[in-house]
């Protein structure tokens, strides 16, 4: 069947890029394979995405969007009273819960930027798209101390097949964020943070 005009290719070789990687890992992904998942000719794959970090920079991107979209379409953040610790981890709660193998397929990816340097700005824009949210809320050295918070109870139930406990992450949760109301008790501004302010 003949795919000459075929606007929706370029996302369906990043769909199929993602499958690959979540079957195989990012050693089984190649232009060839993700071709024959996409179901395009090879030509097509290295017109769109000239190199593999092209491509895996389009895949994290799209899956970022997992977390990022539950924190959007909760909205409780911009309200004033929010209980940023309890939305937090009940946000998390359900986003493990889940569809699993996508979590992990994120995190596979996020994780990829080690080895490959042109992911790095990618997998930050997680991290900061997640700051901007909550800094308004505490402020922005708490709101990067509360994501990688986050972050590493995410990758501790991911590595160990542990239990999510919303509870636990909750109180850890708001440990942090109780720092930024302590602060602005004592009159300091977001600027005092030492190393996490770097």
Known sequence: MSRRYDPERRQRIIDAAIRVVGRGGIAGLSHRTVATEADVPLGSTTYHFASLDELLIAALRQANEGFAAAVRESGAFVEPRCDVAGELARLTGEWL????????????????????????????????????????????????????????????????????????????????????????GAGAGPASGGTLAS
Not at 98 to 126: H, S, T
């Open 97 to 184: 819960a889940g569809d699993r193998a996508g979590v992990e397929l994120e995190y596979e990816l996020y994780l990829a930027a080690l080895r490959r340097p042109a992911l790095r700005p990618v997998a930050a824009e997680w991290c900061s798209g997640l700051t901007e949210v909550l800094a308004p809320r505490t402020d922005p050295v708490t709101a990067r101390a509360l994501v990688a918070l986050l972050d590493g109870i995410c990758l501790q139930v991911l590595l160990t097949g542990a239990v999510y406990d919303e509870a636990y992450a909750r109180e850890m949760l708001a440990r942090v964020a109780s720092g930024s109301r302590a602060r602005a």
